[in-house]
């Protein structure tokens, strides 16, 4: 069955320190990846996306994710993190034949000044 | 980028009510949208794929009866939630991706908060 674990529900880091939040995958076939990004009350907005080629992506806001086959993971890093990047972070995986998305149970990101 | 809208954001409603809520595919066209619902601090539950011209697909476990789904046009689908009930007061979000292009990029609507009383 499809699915996807994100294994750290909670993560408190300082300002300028780095991040990675990690994201397991389950899925027979190549998986399309996803990061999004919600804050409180709000939708989600798409940070990165991997679908083939590159196995490290760049996405917005100075986010980047790489693409493990061998550990089926998909992991969300970023060098020097903002207070602005306090908010509820999403890893999904895509179906190439439904277009559905299964999303991991969520990340919180706190920002520690 | 792409943009989708939700209208409303927000509403309150007393129980037994009906509720229609509408998402918009605003720059581009989708054959299908899906409709997701989120409880305080979980993750987004996939309810139904919405298919313009033809019935929507639900997950196991949802009412379709409940949640009436309509597709009517490339840019508009629309989820009425019938005879609204405390336990469906919920945050629901709809998200939309380029006609053809399966298992791309979905995009996600700012989603609408429904309270039932």
């Known amino acids: 069955a499809q699915s996807v674990t994100q294994p750290d529900i909670h993560i408190t880091v300082s300002e300028g320190a780095s991040l990675e939040l990690r994201c397991n995958y389950s899925y027979g076939a190549t998986p399309y990846l996803f990061w999004y990004v919600q804050s409180p009350g709000q939708g989600l907005q798409l940070l990165l996306k991997?679908?083939?080629?590159?196995?490290l992506v760049q996405g917005i806001k100075g986010f980047e994710a790489e693409f493990k086959r061998s550990q089926s993971s998909f992991n969300l890093r970023k060098p020097s993190v903002h207070w602005s990047d306090a908010a509820e972070y999403f890893c999904a995986v895509g179906s190439s034949n439904t277009g559905k998305l299964i999303f991991g149970q969520g990340t919180t990101l706190q920002v520690k000044p | 980028g792409a943009v989708v809208s939700q209208h409303p954001s927000r509403v309150i409603c007393k129980s037994g009510t009906s509720v229609k809520i509408e998402c918009r595919s605003l720059?581009?066209?989708?054959?299908?949208m899906f409709w997701y619902r989120q409880f305080p601090k979980q993750s987004l539950m996939l309810m139904a794929t919405?298919?313009?011209?033809?019935?929507?697909?639900?997950e196991q476990g949802v009412e379709k009866d409940k949640f009436l789904i309509n597709h009517a046009s490339l840019t508009l689908s629309t989820l009425t939630v019938t005879s609204a009930h405390p336990e469906d007061s919920s945050f629901y979000i709809c998200s939309a991706g380029p006609s053809g292009a399966r298992g791309e990029t979905q995009y996600f609507g700012p989603g609408t908060r429904l309270l039932v009383l």
């Open positions: 720059d581009f066209q989708a054959t299908t």
């Open positions: 919405s298919n313009e011209g033809s019935k929507a697909t639900y």
């Open positions: 991997y679908f083939s080629g590159d196995t």
